[in-house]
């Protein structure tokens, strides 16, 4: 059963895509974290596979977030999903080693589907964690 984290702090956002991630995979294990500090428990309590991580968080943003979280836990995956599609902040993602970029304005829910989709049957021909894709033009 997968474990996905939603690092988001619009709880409005959080459950559409909460929502959406359960219609597809009703088995998924998942949590919400409304800011970094929140996250950082979850992520101790419960490793995730794969994390959704907003930029504009309340206290750390999510660049330095996932920075942090790779460091600590390179195989997991992690998509930044926000608002904010600007050059910069791609550049930013790379730097922090996020494997994928999805600007909410742009992203269907069928497009965030497809992509858990592949991320996870990656997850499950390679169990050893050794790949690490990076795919920040999703």
Same mark, same amino acid.
């Given at each position: 059963?997968?474990?996905?984290?939603i690092?988001?702090?619009?709880?409005?956002?959080?459950?559409?895509?909460?929502?959406?991630?359960?219609?597809r995979?009703?088995?998924? %294990?998942?949590?919400?974290? =409304?800011?970094?500090?929140e996250? #950082?428990? /979850?992520?101790? +309590? &419960?490793?995730?596979?794969?994390?959704?991580?907003?930029?504009?968080?309340?206290?750390?943003?999510?660049?330095?977030?996932?920075?942090k979280?790779?460091?600590?836990?390179?195989n997991?995956?992690?998509?930044?999903?926000?608002?904010?599609?600007?050059p910069?902040?791609? %550049?930013?993602a790379?730097? =922090?080693?996020?494997?994928?970029? #999805?600007? /909410?304005?742009? +992203? &269907?829910?069928?497009?965030?589907?497809?992509?858990?989709?592949?991320?996870?049957?990656?997850?499950?021909?390679?169990?050893?964690g050794?790949?690490?894709?990076?795919?920040?033009?999703?």
């Amino acid at each position: 059963m997968p474990k996905v984290l939603i690092v988001e702090d619009s709880a409005f956002y959080r459950e559409l895509l909460k929502e959406a991630l359960l219609s597809r995979f009703p088995s998924m %294990e998942l949590c919400e974290a =409304a800011d970094g500090e929140e996250a #950082l428990q /979850k992520i101790e +309590a &419960s490793l995730p596979d794969l994390i959704f991580m907003d930029i504009k968080l309340p206290g750390e943003n999510g660049l330095e977030l996932t920075k942090k979280i790779k460091a600590q836990y390179p195989n997991i995956n992690m998509i930044i999903l926000t608002a904010y599609d600007i050059p910069e902040y791609r %550049e930013a993602a790379v730097q =922090a080693k996020a494997n994928y970029f #999805l600007s /909410k304005g742009l +992203a &269907s829910k069928e497009n965030i589907l497809t992509l858990v989709d592949s991320i996870l049957s990656d997850q499950k021909k390679d169990n050893s964690g050794s790949k690490n894709k990076n795919s920040m033009d999703r």
